[in-house]
T-cell receptor, first 118, second 109 residues
């Protein structure tokens, strides 16, 4: 079973640039979420994708956008980069189940992309 | 909005000691409670997931309990080892996970 993989592992950008981060979900998982983790903090939810549609969004501005592809892989795009965007960006996948069934699957995380803004 | 707090922020113990990490949350209407481990510069490794209908989960030397009425969860680590040194994060949520800021554990050989 292949786990969640993210690329690149590290990235350095300058203010105002744009960046695309990539995530391949774990085999069999149809839901992908993105999180931002600043140094010394817990991860903060950016958004989630299910069946190629955004399925919930955290308190992040529109310059944070995403995509999910038919194979369930995903991209996170950030425009007009700011210094505060420096963080570890984590992707998580899970197999979404019908909440009527009363269970909730755990999310499985990748190793993240370390983004540094100069 | 759900708020998750973890105490203590950092903990140092000698090898072999048993220890307890604490997690509290403000909204008791939760789907589940999950504990993760994070090594420096790395992603999150899931340790234990407790569904809302459960009271505890065990895996090896780890035991996590959940008390929804009081808004608390604890992670118990038995016979700690230097390899247990890491940051431990708890979180709750369905689609949107709410995380605490973690407890940084150092086990001294």
């Amino acid at each position: 079973e292949t786990g969640v993989t993210q690329s690149p592992t590290h990235l350095i950008k300058t203010r105002g640039q744009q960046v695309t981060l990539r995530c391949s979900s774990q085999s069999g998982h149809n839901t992908v979420s993105w999180y931002q983790q600043a140094l010394g903090q817990g991860p903060q939810f950016i958004f989630q994708y299910y069946r190629e549609e955004e399925n919930g969004r955290g308190n992040f501005p529109p310059r944070f956008s995403g995509l999910q592809f038919p194979n369930y892989s995903s991209e996170l795009n950030v425009n007009a980069l700011e210094l505060d965007d420096s963080a570890l960006y984590l992707c998580a996948s899970k197999d979404r189940v019908d909440t009527v069934r009363g269970s909730n699957q755990p999310q499985h995380f990748g190793d993240g992309t370390r983004l540094s803004i100069l | 909005k759900q708020e998750v707090t973890q105490i203590p922020a950092a903990l140092s113990v000698p090898e072999g000691e048993n220890l307890v990490l604490n997690c509290s949350f403000t909204d008791s209407a939760i789907y589940n409670l999950q504990w993760f481990r994070q090594d420096p510069g790395k992603g999150l490794t899931s340790l234990l997931l407790i569904q809302s209908s459960q009271r505890e989960q065990t895996s090896g030397r780890l035991n996590a309990s959940l008390d929804k009425s009081s808004g608390r969860s604890t992670l118990y680590i038995a016979a700690s080892q230097p390899g247990d040194s890491a940051t431990y994060l708890c979180c709750t949520g369905a689609n949107n996970l709410f995380f605490g800021t973690g407890t940084r554990l150092t086990v001294i050989p």
